[in-house]
């Protein structure tokens, strides 16, 4: 019969998930087929990249085009540096990190940081599924300036939070899509550009968006041969002034077009989309959606796994690398059930709402500290693998990189000895012996070679229930004795394993 212990209390934001759980093996198939995945694109891209260049090195077609058109750049991508993730209509994205930056800056961006302002910027491609087209990609490219500090990690569909800059979206070729401007994690506004002013113009304010449209000389620094660079540019840019943007911007629409810098509905010839285009949410020929931010595009999520995973990432940007790889090293140990996963993603939801629109996660505060310790000693949906593992993940890393000096193995230095081993000391659980320390079982362990005053041998009883259980504890204990005297270092290892399992008690081998 399983043994029951002292319930302990915590509040914890509850999310029924579904998942399928994976072994070390599963992980490893996905790894291949990711690379194999990636050489796809990549072979693809080598036999259509001449073509991608639509105006090739017609500087007159450049110079005659009512967008805005830079002169072409070669794009060689580090195909060992890629992200892959989908739009919310469900199209695949691979997004390739560029070895060779552009030089191509916003002009306000180069007076503000200068030659310097390079170590600021990021350049990828983006590969776009497009249903239709056989092994066929929109192939973008998008350009990211960070404003002081550089992002970490930065991919297109999800924009990290307290992050600020402007993000440049361009066609293949050198065509202007679109420009964002983005404070704290939120879009604040879009701008794209033209080389001459709207013939026709439209509604461009609603109850969310304010645009309006102004000259400017030419709009780039780093643009070679001069191409343009004495030429003015007219600018629409929409303000979301209510909400601050974030990914929900009300754009208003074009009446029909559908070109790559309009504000179309999608339907342009380079379109393969199968369903409508929203022209709220999205832009150019190829169906982009804005980008958002890292915590709408969580709140988007409904699988747990991709959840839990982009709640991780959330959690390591923000000061919780410890309590990642603590969950990463839960989340590859053999033997997790469903359950198990489970439980896991609501203490990695639990911590990311706590942290949300916060950024030092103070991971071994007390607070911290009482829910990965309540996780791991008084959870009774986790099997003993996942709470054991859990107890010594959280303990190694309380301890790491600290010389610790132990106190003679005592009974009386037993719980000093335990706190310095795992890092805690928590106020309502007692310092218990998994071996007892009865004199009536002293001979017995001592014979076998074990100390049972190590702290590599002790485990956090919650203290109402350890004061309950005492007398049953070392009777089992005292039953294992006496049926088998001759029992090996081994079988008494695994005897503690069980009947600490049976318990509920996390323990460290």
């Not at 911290?368 to 959280?394: D, E, H, M, W, Y």
């Not at 005592?410 to 706190?419: K, V």
Request: contains cysteine.
């Amino acid at each position: 019969m399983k043994r029951k212990i002292g319930a302990v209390c915590l509040t914890v934001s509850m999310m029924m998930l579904v998942f399928s759980c994976m072994d070390r093996e599963d992980v490893l198939q996905l790894e291949q087929d990711a690379a194999s995945e990636i050489k796809g694109v990549k072979q693809w891209f080598d036999i259509n990249k001449v073509s991608l260049n639509k105006e090739g090195s017609d500087v007159r077609a450049r110079e005659m085009s009512k967008e805005l058109i830079l002169p072409f750049f070669e794009k060689e991508p580090d195909w060992s540096k890629f992200s892959e993730y989908h739009f919310r209509d469900g199209r695949k994205v691979y997004e390739i990190h560029l070895k060779n930056l552009s030089g191509i800056m916003p002009k306000g961006f180069f007076e503000e940081y200068g030659n310097s302002g390079s170590d600021l910027v990021e350049e990828s491609l983006l590969f776009v599924e497009q249903p239709g087209m056989e092994e066929g990609y929109s192939v973008l490219v998008a350009r990211y300036f960070s404003y002081g500090e550089k992002s970490k990690g930065m991919t297109y569909h999800r924009i990290p939070s307290g992050w600020s800059g402007r993000i440049d979206m361009f066609s293949y070729d050198e065509r202007h899509l679109r420009s964002f401007e983005v404070d704290e994690g939120k879009i604040v506004s879009h701008i794209t550009y033209q080389t001459e002013e709207e013939k026709k113009r439209i509604g461009r304010e609603n109850a969310l968006v304010v645009c309006s449209g102004y000259w400017v000389d030419f709009p780039y620094y780093g643009i070679s041969g001069g191409v343009g660079s004495s030429a003015s540019v007219y600018v629409t840019e929409c303000t979301d002034v209510p909400t601050g943007g974030g990914g929900s911007f009300g754009y208003p629409s074009n009446e029909g077009g559908g070109g790559s810098s309009g504000f179309g509905d999608g339907s342009g010839s380079g379109s393969s989309t199968s369903t409508p285009c929203n022209n709220t949410n999205n832009f150019s020929d190829h169906c982009i959606p804005v980008p958002e931010s890292l915590e709408d595009y969580i709140e988007s999520i409904s699988d747990p796994a991709e959840k839990r995973e982009a709640q991780l990432d959330y959690l390591r940007s923000h000061g919780g690398k410890d309590l990642v790889e603590i969950i990463e090293g839960l989340m590859n140990t053999s033997g997790l059930t469903v359950g198990d996963v489970i439980e896991i993603n609501k203490l990695v939801n639990k911590f990311y709402l706590q942290q949300k629109g916060l950024f030092i996660m103070a991971i071994f505060s007390p607070e911290n500290v009482g829910t990965i310790l309540t996780f791991a000693l008084a959870n009774p949906n986790l099997t003993s693998t996942a709470r054991n593992k859990t107890f010594q993940l959280f303990s190694r890393h309380a301890t790491y990189g600290k010389n610790i000096v132990y106190k003679s193995l005592t009974s009386s230095n037993f719980r000093n000895n335990l706190i310095l081993k795992t890092g805690m000391n928590p106020s309502n659980a007692q310092a218990h012996h998994v071996f007892p320390q009865a004199s009536e079982f002293a001979n017995f362990f001592t014979s076998k070679g074990i100390n049972v005053h190590s702290p590599a041998y002790g485990a956090w009883w919650p203290t109402a229930s350890h004061q309950a259980n005492a007398y049953a504890y070392n009777q089992a204990w005292r039953v294992f004795i006496n049926s088998n005297p001759n029992a090996t270092s081994v079988q008494i290892l695994q005897f503690a394993r069980s009947i600490m399992g049976e318990y509920g008690i996390a323990i460290m081998f």
